[in-house]
Nanobody
């Protein structure tokens, strides 16, 4: 069974940047779809970004396109989310997920088999 641990969240002012990481242990994720989702208070979890196993294909939610960048290092079993030009509406708990059933892109939560515990990102205005 894989464990996913997010790190790098915190508090940042609007317009600033943060990079969150998701390190996997216990099982390789190098052949698997990875994704980031987020959940703001009172809202449902929503898709943010996904990356294919090779790292060559990515997809983003319209709300973060052009500001966020997802990447992965399969040698380190880690996926990253670089967040630039952050806005207060980006405030949420961010979760990474892995799908062992797929190797491409997925923006659908039920495709994912395991999730991290989540990490808080707060953007102040």
């Amino acid at each position: 069974q894989v464990q996913l641990v997010e790190s790098g969240g915190g508090l940042v002012q609007a317009g600033g940047s943060l990079r969150v990481s998701c390190a996997a242990s216990g099982r390789t994720v190098s052949s698997s779809t990875m994704g980031w989702f987020r959940q703001a208070p009172g809202k449902e979890r929503e898709f943010v970004a996904t990356i294919a196993w090779s790292g060559r294909s990515t997809k983003y939610a319209d709300s973060v396109k052009g500001r966020f960048l997802i990447s992965r290092d399969n040698a380190k079993n880690t996926v990253y989310l670089q967040m630039n030009n952050l806005k207060p509406e980006d405030t949420a708990v961010y979760y990474c997920g892995v799908s062992y059933r797929y190797s491409g892109l997925s923006q659908w939560g039920p495709d994912y088999d395991y999730w991290g515990q989540g990490i808080q990102v707060t953007v102040s205005s």
